[in-house]
């Protein structure tokens, strides 16, 4: 069946950078567009960032656009989440989840992964 | 790149139908037929139960539905049962690759 994993979370200082990675199996990882979409501790989901199949188009949240970058290893069924100059605010669960369709975005996420944890403090 | 606006809580008791509003602007939800719902319950990941805006996934019960007029987009439970009680998100696409949620409802079975 469809399976995501996301790894890499934990706790960094502010400013401070982490890699997220997301392994995928149980589908052609190289046909589809994944999504990174986070949640603050007791609040709601925010859409973080989302790449084509081939990694040649990238989109992301205004807060994050020049701090985070999408990025895909196809020969490694992985997607990656580099985040640099990491700020408090950006403490939340952050999941990987897949989309229907492979460049321009299907319009919806499933499934989803279980998250992994990253907390920015000091 | 504004939330959408939920309803921080409704409510409801068993059996009855409840209605999730979600209301965006003409550059998210009144310009693209691309909504979707989310369950999530607490603890859980979150769980796709309707997508461009009205179809139900395989195996997601036929007591969601969803809708749409103008900037609004909606989710009904109907026969409202114990285990709906759970957060709901939704989302649109807008536009230029990105994707922007909901603020969230927690629905609560009285």
């Known amino acids: 069946q469809v399976q995501l994993v996301e790894s890499g979370g934990g706790v960094v200082q502010p400013g401070r950078s982490l890699r997220l990675s997301c392994a995928a199996s149980?589908?052609?990882?190289?046909?589809?567009?994944i999504h990174w979409v986070r949640q603050a501790p007791g609040k709601g989901l925010e859409w973080v960032a989302f790449?084509?199949?081939?990694?040649?188009?990238?989109y992301y949240r205004d807060s994050v656009k020049g701090r985070f970058t999408i990025s895909r290893d196809n020969s490694k069924n992985t997607l990656y989440l580099q985040m640099n100059s990491l700020r408090v605010e950006d403490t939340a669960i952050y999941y990987c989840?897949?989309?229907?369709?492979?460049?321009?975005?299907?319009?919806?996420?499933?499934?989803w992964g279980q998250g992994t944890l990253v907390t920015v403090s000091s | 790149q504004s939330a959408l606006t939920q309803p921080a809580s409704v409510s409801g008791s068993p059996g009855q139908s409840i209605t999730i509003s979600c209301t965006g602007t003409?550059?998210?939800?009144?310009?693209?037929?691309?909504v979707s719902w989310y369950q999530q319950h607490p603890g859980k990941v979150p769980k796709l139960i309707i997508y461009?805006?009205?179809k139900r996934p395989p195996g997601i019960s036929n007591r969601f539905s969803g809708s749409k007029s103008g900037n609004t987009a909606s989710l009904t439970i109907s026969g409202l049962q114990a285990e709906d009680e759970a957060h709901y998100s939704c989302?649109?696409?807008?536009?230029?690759?990105?994707?922007?949620f909901g603020t969230g409802t927690k629905v609560t079975v009285l």
């Open positions: 461009d805006g009205t």
């Open positions: 989302c649109s696409y807008a536009g230029g690759g990105t994707y922007v």
């Open positions: 989840a897949k989309d229907p369709a492979g460049g321009y975005t299907g319009g919806w996420l499933d499934p």
């Open positions: 149980g589908f052609t990882f190289s046909n589809y567009g």
């Open positions: 003409t550059s998210d939800i009144g310009s693209y037929n691309l």
């Open positions: 790449i084509w199949f081939d990694g040649s188009n990238k």
